[in-house]
T-cell receptor, first 112, second 116 residues
Framework: DQQVKQNSPSLSVQEGRISILNCDYT??????FLWYKKYPAEGPTFLIS?????DKNEDGRFTVFLNKSAKHLSLHIVPSQPGDSAVYFC???????????FGTGTRLKVLA | ETGVTQSPTHLIKTRGQQVTLRCSSQ?????VSWYQQALGQGPQFIFQ???????GRGNFPPRFSGLQFPNYSSELNVNALELDDSALYLC???????????????FGPGTRLTVL
């Protein structure tokens, strides 16, 4: 049972344009969400997080949006840069446990 | 650079053997979590330790066990290796000061285990 889903395995975007990565979840107990970026041969790198009391969080070029009623979150990268090319994972957690549940990842390719 | 290191980088074992993977957390991080990432999948939670005690466990059999030491290092032990144990094993550390779940976990580079 996949509680966190990233339905797009890959995404290609032109440099300078917006990248939008999507994530859906099924467990209504989740109240903390994160995005990680992963390069080959490296561990996941934390990008940005959001708690369920907010619907938006920004950090530089990265913005995460949370729609609790739709159980959906998205990561916007503006403007996209070639160095953003990586696999992006969304993860979710709830206050009853300390584990993160990860999606299967979306491979982003930013074309120069 | 997260300050979380793991060793070894790569490891090849045969079915039935035992393996120990090591992790060194960031200084001051009292919580360490271990994840298994199979090819094409997201990381799957194995277990978490907080101040040397197991704090939670995912759907992994008892042959997966761990230890956490006072010096911010930890181990993942896997007994009776199976072919399906081939994966990238990641450890992640967090401060553990805010009650756990909102403490961002910072990952190491992982250990690639191949079981033949």
């Amino acid at each position: 049972d996949q509680q966190v889903k990233q339905n797009s395995p890959s995404l290609s975007v032109q440099e300078g344009r917006i990248s939008i990565l999507n994530c859906d979840y099924t467990n209504s107990m989740f109240d903390y969400f994160l995005w990680y970026k992963k390069y080959p041969a490296e561990g996941p790198t934390f990008l940005i997080s959001i708690s369920s009391i907010k619907d938006k969080n920004e950090d530089g070029r990265f913005t995460v949006f949370l729609n609790k009623s739709a159980k959906h979150l998205s990561l916007h990268i503006v403007p996209s840069q070639p160095g953003d090319s990586a696999v992006y994972f969304c993860a979710a957690s709830d206050s009853g446990t300390y584990k993160y549940i990860f999606g299967t990842g979306t491979r982003l390719k930013v074309l120069a | 650079e997260t300050g979380v290191t793991q060793s070894p980088t790569h490891l090849i074992k045969t079915r039935g053997q035992q393996v120990t993977l090591r992790c060194s957390s960031q200084s001051g991080h009292n919580t360490v979590s271990w994840y298994q990432q199979a090819l094409g999948q997201g990381p799957q939670f194995i277990f978490q330790y907080y101040r040397e005690e197991e704090n939670g466990r995912g759907n992994f059999p008892p042959r997966f066990s761990g230890l956490q030491f006072p010096n911010y290092s930890s181990e993942l032990n896997v007994n009776a290796l199976e072919l399906d144990d081939s994966a990238l094993y990641l450890c992640a550390s967090s401060t553990g000061t805010s009650g756990g779940y909102t403490d961002t976990q910072y990952f190491g580079p992982g250990t690639r285990l191949t079981v033949l």
